[in-house]
């Protein structure tokens, strides 16, 4: 079982439909993150979760809102999204949030419509 | 300025040369080091940190250099599957973010 887990893989959506990405990890970590990997351009954090409170939003448009129900799962709901959004998102976690190394999931390749 | 730069590549290098590359960056005050590896379409994966003595595993060797702000990684003896981008990181201990390098492209050819 992978560390850090991520569904779905791949996701093609509507702009105008809502769906949601999950991730979990297994690692016993207290920070989570979303991040954003475009193509070319450098990872560009969205969100921080650490203890299931978030502590970042890195100036995220509302329509990904994220969800953190505990320090072991993580959501990233999406709805009416933009062609531009399309992207790979990664899930990360960390055993704290002192900007010290992280674990990826695989990521899910977005692709809006 | 960014706050990482990083050379896009790709580099194309044959099998058994030794390869390196840098990463320059402009926030003197940061404080941890990192390169990542990533596959493509898979994900960033942690190939080592980098201390202040340098750091070396195996055919790899990082070293930092706080003086000129930048960062290296060196390649001995390079293999087919050491082909993928290598990802410059930088965290602050004032905050939680890493920041991260466009990367590097790295081609190993047979």
């Known amino acids: 079982e992978t560390g850090v887990t991520q569904t779905p893989r791949h996701l093609v959506m509507g702009m105008t439909n809502k769906k949601s990405l999950k991730c979990e990890q297994h690692?016993?970590?207290?920070?989570m993150y979303w991040y954003k990997q475009s193509a070319k351009k450098p990872l560009e954090l969205m969100f921080v979760?650490?203890?299931?409170?978030?502590?970042e939003n890195n100036s995220v448009p509302s329509r990904f809102s994220p969800e953190c129900p505990n320090s072991s799962h993580l959501f990233l709901h999406l709805h009416t999204l933009q062609p531009e959004d399309s992207a790979l998102y990664l899930c990360a976690s960390s055993q704290e949030v002192t900007g010290g190394s992280a674990f990826f999931g695989q990521g899910t390749r977005l692709t809006v419509v | 300025r960014k706050e990482v730069e990083q050379d896009p590549g790709p580099f194309n290098v044959p099998e058994g040369a030794t390869v390196a590359f840098n990463c320059t960056y402009s926030n003197s005050a940061s404080q941890s080091f990192f390169w990542y590896r990533q596959d493509c379409r898979k994900e960033p994966k942690l190939l080592m940190s980098v201390y202040s003595s340098g750091n070396e595993d195996g055919r790899f060797t990082a070293q930092l250099n706080r003086a000129s702000q930048y960062i290296s990684l060196l390649i001995r003896d390079s293999k087919l599957s050491d082909s993928a981008t290598y990802l410059c990181?930088?965290?602050?201990?004032?905050?939680?973010?890493?920041?991260w390098g466009a990367g590097t492209k790295l081609i190993i050819k047979p």
């Open positions: 979760y650490n203890f299931k409170e978030q502590t």
């Open positions: 990181v930088l965290g602050e201990n004032s905050n939680y973010q890493l920041i």
């Open positions: 690692l016993g970590h207290n920070a």
